[in-house]
């Protein structure tokens, strides 16, 4: 059984303060996470993130055979759903922060970190007004971009204190620069929400800091090959081979591919020819392809012939626990965690 004095009281108080945060992080704060979880996706070991032509870690994950891992969907500045995740206690008793420390269990995050959705419409209409001001006030800004940029903060600690165990994926909110181009695609549902994000970091951040948040969504992977599944933000448009993944970078079509695919948009066979190109024959008949990105109704939604699994879910707080030993049981392991705990407005000072 695992400790609770296997996480360390400063990063469970470090991530606790995150998840309860009221104000947006100081620059220096933000800066020195942002370096160093920089820092950590360079360096990462090429037998986890195969090296890519400029011998940079590429976009492909290939995790731990032996662990089981858990699943999360897109956070969308919930930092309520990563703290409820890391508090599952799972069969051995050990909490699933515990467990990832403890070396016996590994985390995904499928991405879409910034951006909080509907139940915060709200917010991002009176942030609008904001904006259209030049945020000469900003109180609803200010409190997207205190949950937002909090789960900025918690998934960048996370993957510093476990950087063999935590994996961070890109989405396709992933585009600070609200750039068209490099796979990305500006982005704006319930405002501007791409480009208000980045005038507010313009106008209380700095360039430098922006640069620091770029640079991190461009060192974050595509696609991750556990034992029974292949786990990408969004169902693959068409079939992406090994060596386009990991030469991601300069490839518009393999980012945006991953990260922007709508329903119904996928070539056909896109899922299976996945799951037979980069699975063991003998796993690929009955594994699966997770992710997110399209919201589902209930905990999951089935595609592509029922091999391909959609988990996100903005109103309630889900997360799949995946097995190393057998292939995933739908209705036992995508589960539902704590009643969301996100304020449907945001934060209050």
């Known amino acids: ?11 469970r108080e470090q991530l606790d303060g995150y998840r309860s945060a009221r104000t947006v992080p100081s620059p220096s704060a933000l800066d020195e996470a942002l370096r160093t979880v920089n820092s950590v996706l360079a360096s990462e070991h090429e037998t986890i993130r195969p090296l890519d032509r400029f011998r940079e870690p590429g976009g492909l994950v290939v995790l731990d055979r032996d662990l089981p891992t858990v699943l999360l969907p897109d956070i969308h500045a919930r930092p309520g759903l990563i703290w409820a995740a890391l508090s599952y206690v799972l069969p051995d008793s050990a909490t699933v922060l515990e467990g990832i420390l403890a070396g016996s269990i590994q985390l995904v995050c499928l991405g879409d970190y910034l951006h909080g959705e509907g139940r915060v419409r709200e917010r991002w ?3 609008l007004t904001e904006f259209s001001d030049g945020f000469a006030l900003h109180e609803a800004m200010d409190g997207e971009m205190t949950e937002g940029l909090a789960v900025l903060m918690m998934i960048a600690a996370l993957k510093s204190a476990a950087p063999t165990r935590i994996h961070l994926l890109k989405g396709n909110h992933e585009n600070i620069a609200n750039e068209t181009g490099a796979g990305n695609r500006p982005f704006g549902k319930y405002a501007y929400e791409g480009a208000m994000v ?11 800091l922006i640069a620091r948040v770029s640079e991190f969504e461009k ?5 991750a090959i556990g034992p029974h599944y292949l786990i990408s933000h969004a169902e693959p448009a068409r079939f992406f081979s090994r060596e386009e993944v990991i ?7 393999v980012i945006y591919g991953l990260t922007w695919t709508d329903n119904d948009q996928a070539e056909t066979d896109a899922v299976d020819r996945m799951l ?3 699975l063991d024959p003998s796993e690929a008949p009955t594994a699966f392809h997770f992710g997110g990105h399209r919201a589902v109704r209930g905990r999951y939604s089935l595609r592509a012939g029922g091999r391909y699994v959609q988990i996100h879910n903005p109103s309630r707080y889900i997360m799949a626990l995946l097995a190393a030993d057998r292939t995933a049981e739908l209705t036992r392991d995508v589960i539902e965690l704590s009643a969301p705990e996100d304020a449907n407005d945001g934060p209050t000072a």
Not at 201 to 207: A, I, K, V
Not at 247 to 253: A, I, T, V
């Open 198 to 208: 980045l005038e507010y970091l313009r106008l209380f951040y700095t360039e430098q």
């Open 276 to 278: 037979e190109h980069y």
């Open 125 to 127: 209409r009176r942030a």
């Open 247 to 253: 030469e991601y970078r300069g490839r518009d079509e």
């Open 1 to 11: 059984m695992s400790e609770p004095q296997r996480v360390p009281p400063s990063l």
């Open 219 to 223: 060192r974050l992977p595509l696609l």
